[in-house]
């Protein structure tokens, strides 16, 4: 959105909406941060709502606009590009884990699908401060903290939901 778009108020929720209220950006933003799904055929390939290719192209174009992912050539692989959530994206990290949270308790989720939700919710603030520097590292190049690490203890809790030999993508 630019400074000259037009807006159907000023209203911050109206705003916010008007950026991430589509059916995909949060979505998109989700399995960066919580899948560390850093490549488009990553993105693509392992998400669990189907999204289409022509989706997700206009979905990641228009969260680069939007200044909340940056885009590089991976320095792993000169053909792919390596997406990186911003700091206006970290700190989305209270948002969905209260939208999360509210999932939780008033819709049928899956045990294995909302069990990061779960942890970070239990956690509250303080883990949520811990999983927001951690991003910063591996997103934004800010110095490791020394602390257990948070994606690591979401990740060990998703795989532990899952049934005895499932190795399916989290």
Known sequence: MTETAQHRSGCPINLSLEV???????????????????????????????????????????????????????????QRQLYSLTERAIQLVPVLVQLGAWGRKFLPVSPELSIRSKVLEDGGPQLWERFMSELRTMHLGAPPQEHPSVFEELEHAYRATLAPGDSSPG
């Open 20 to 78: 991430l209220g589509d059916s995909w950006s949060l979505i998109v933003i989700r399995d960066i941060m919580f899948g560390n799904r850093r490549h488009y055929r990553q993105l693509l390939g392992e998400s669990e709502e189907g999204i289409a290719s022509n989706i997700l192209s206009a979905r990641l174009k228009q969260l680069l606009d939007l200044g909340l992912v940056t885009k590089e050539q991976d320095p792993s692989h000169k």
